[in-house]
């Protein structure tokens, strides 16, 4: 009953829930909210921001960081069939048969070992 709510929820804040012919026709992402942390021309970013100072070109950097509180463990499931998802990637999920097609397709790439940033180990 939550679940349901909550999805309700969602498509009534990401205004699908008045659309007419249904949120059947709720494309891929539609749901999700922008990130006010990263950096959206003509919302948080001046005019002309191309052309600032090289110098300063950090401030207009997307820096990106792992956190520590982040958690997905609201997404294991035992399987689908026992918990269906109520809007299976209207938000930040994706489609899970097409994640790992993509998975699959991707196996031969290897990952590049990053070096710590300070040089320290």
Wanted: net charge negative.
């Amino acid at each position: 009953m939550t679940q349901e709510f909550h999805h309700l929820k969602q498509l009534k804040q990401a205004q699908r829930g008045h659309h007419p012919k249904g949120v059947d026709v709720t494309q891929e992402g539609e749901c999700a909210v922008k990130c006010p942390a990263c950096l959206h021309p003509g919302i948080n970013l001046p005019l002309g921001w191309e052309r600032k100072n090289p110098v300063q070109g950090w401030i207009y950097a997307l820096f990106i960081a792992i956190d520590a509180n982040f958690h997905l463990k609201q997404k294991v499931v035992s399987l689908d069939d026992s918990d269906p998802s109520l809007n299976c990637s209207w938000a930040y999920f994706i489609e899970e048969q097409s994640y790992k097609a993509y998975l699959a397709d991707c196996m031969h790439i290897s990952q590049k070992v990053s070096t710590p940033y300070c040089g320290s180990d």
